[in-house]
């Protein structure tokens, strides 16, 4: 009975190390790819005679110059679905987005039925895009990568330039094209082909819509190129950029609108190397 239960408690202190040693392991990575993130705001500008002035009026207006801030962080309070017809999961995040390499890292908490703790890393760093939660910071239930993931996480950051002007004006191998009087669209190369991401401006010239036609959406063990829409809403002043306070983020499936993101920003605040 004595040796029964010696093993018992040796067994729970093996797996309280473990989880420990595993949530420091992914907290380490993240943390490296904030690094990495950072150590690329090296690009040279682009030419602004390419950025349409639709384009450069905005991120002017909103606080976006040449040769700004290499990074930006904005905290958000936010809630989030893992599927349809699942209740929303409120989260806190926050988000460094690169101005001259394009790219983020994102990372989120919450609690799943109010208990279980969890925390969800997206990123676009060099490159390379993923996305990975974890339960309590340890135990996996979701890793995505390769060049889908590549491709989608390009198309987030696009996406979210009305949250990131600096990058507008900054950001190297953006391609702009003006679609009509108050959209545009912008791509950005990747390995898993291009990333394109339309802009919807209003009649005051401020952002309040995106859509792609085809961002990879992970169904299974497949990535269904899917339609893909937002809003933008609640323009206000943080620090020296004027930016959309609120944003939701859903999948257009065939059964209808599927909004899976819905949040508001707390803080935004850039920072140099």
Known sequence: M????????????????????LAARFAAGTDAAI??????????PPDQAAIPSLVLAFAARNGGQPGGPAT???TQ???????????????EATQISGTRDPGFVWQARGRMA??????????????EGWLEARLAGSVPVANARGADVSRGEAMRFLAELAWNPDAIVNAAGLAWRQVDERTVEVALQTEGGPAR???????????????????PRAVGDQNIATRWIGRFSGYARFGNYRLPRFGEVAWVLP????????GEIVTAEPARR
């Open 2 to 21: 004595k040796m029964l239960l010696i093993v018992a408690v040796l067994s729970v202190v093996g797996l309280v190390v473990a989880h420990f040693a």
């Open 35 to 44: 690094r990495r993130l950072i150590a690329a705001q090296n690009s040279a």
């Open 114 to 127: 109010a208990i279980i703790p969890v925390v969800v890393v997206d990123g676009y760093v060099a490159g």
């Open 77 to 91: 309070e936010a809630e989030m679905k893992l599927a349809p017809g699942q209740d929303w999961l409120p989260i």
């Open 255 to 262: 059964e209808g609108e599927f909004l899976y993101w819905r």
């Open 197 to 215: 991401v339309r802009l919807g401006f209003d009649a005051d010239g401020d952002v309040v819509s995106m859509e792609a036609d085809d961002r």
């Open 72 to 74: 930006m962080t904005i």
